[in-house]
Every structure is written in C-alpha cells, then in structure tokens.
C-alpha cells in the first residue's frame, strides 16, 4: 500500500521498525510496570496508529475510485454544479453511495472483500446505532419523532430527566434527543463557516446557495 502512494522504501522500512518492535508499560499510581509486547501490533491510541488508518482508508478509496472511473459505481451529484460524491469516509464510519441495483451491490461487495482480504480488515455488516447521529447532524427532527426514538430505546420519561443530568451533577448525562440534535446542527454549521472550501460547505452552497456562507 504505501509503496503504491510513492512512499520512499526507507521510509516504510521506519514504519514497519515501528510496527514490530512497539511495546507497552501500564502506569499505576504514579509507578511504570514492567513492559510487555502486543500480540497484534499497534493499538488503538498509539501516535502512529491514526496515521497507518489513513493510509488503509486510501486504499478502499482508491478502488472505490477506480470503480467509479471504469462506471460500476456512479455516485450521485445534487446538481450539475455540486461534485461527484461516491463514498464519505469519517474516523469510525464510512459512506458508500451507489445505485440501489444488484450489480452494484456486486461491485460494492468485491472491492469490500478485496479491502478485508489485504488489510486483515473484517467489515460488519450487522453493525448499527441506536442514536441515529448521522441523521441528526444534518436534518432537524421533530419533536414527536425524537420523543419516539426515546420510547424506541426504552426509556421513559421519567427515567430520560434524571438520565440526563449532567455528570458534574451527579448524572448520567445522556444527551435530550430535542437538544442533542439543535447541537449537532449548530456543530456543521460552524464547520461551514470555518471551511469555506470544504467539499461539505461546496456541496451545500450548490445545491442551497449562489454566494458565499455569511
């Protein structure tokens, strides 16, 4: 992989020297213990480890590339003036977008197991969220239905007030739905106006605006 992205042999050879011969200490109160060897190299943590992430995250997103290129995955643009969006890739969560067709599903399937296969990366398929977050970051809910997604999670309204206390206050602070979903809002907003040349805040101004953010 990062010979393909033109990294020099002498520089993987570091990075693997890093890899094989990582080892751990556990501090506790205040005293190093002895230290001990993973078995499966870095972990999550590690100053090294968000960095070899990323090298792995380009290697899915350059068959996704590819893919798009050669027209089995066409992605989708809001309008003629928006970018061509095929995949969203976040620190613990990916977007995939595609035609909702079986050749397609074939394709996106293929290059998944081409990834897990060179990395010894396993994809869960089984995997979901109870607190929709993605959703929530970019539409605002009603009232009803975030009462409804508390119901859905089983707790009542009494159980939710003093859930939701703040931790400081002797709590749990789980976050009102109502108001977790306002922040999160407010969250991308602020990244709008901080990252004017975003491929979000291009995205949003194609389709929504003529101007620039203000």
Not at 97 to 107: L, N
Not at 168 to 191: C, H, M, P, S, Y
């Amino acid at each position: 992989m990062l010979r393909k992205i033109s990294f020099l042999d002498q520089w993987i050879w570091k990075v693997i020297r890093c890899v094989a011969s990582i080892s751990y200490s556990v501090v506790l109160n205040g005293e190093v213990g002895n230290s001990f060897l993973p078995l499966r190299g870095l972990h999550q943590g590690d100053p090294l480890s968000p960095y070899l992430f990323l090298v792995c995250g380009e290697g899915l997103s350059t068959l996704l590339r590819m893919a798009a290129i050669r027209g089995d995955l066409k992605g989708f643009r809001i309008n003629r003036h928006a970018p061509l969006i095929t995949h969203l890739f976040f620190a613990n969560d990916s977007l995939i977008f595609g035609d909702a067709k079986v050749h397609v599903a074939r394709v996106l399937k293929e290059k998944l197991e081409i990834y897990a296969q060179s990395l010894g990366q396993v994809i869960k398929f089984d995997k979901s969220e109870e607190i929709p977050i993605y959703a929530m970051s970019c539409f605002l809910l009603s009232l009803s239905l975030c009462k409804e997604l508390e119901a859905i999670m089983g707790i009542s309204l009494v159980l939710w007030k003093a859930l939701s206390i703040p931790k400081e206050e002797g709590g749990t602070g789980f976050q009102d739905l109502v108001k977790f979903n306002i922040a999160l809002l407010a969250k991308q907003w602020w990244r709008l106006m901080e990252n004017p040349g975003s491929l979000t805040t291009r995205f949003l101004r194609a389709k929504y605006l003529m101007g620039p953010i203000s």
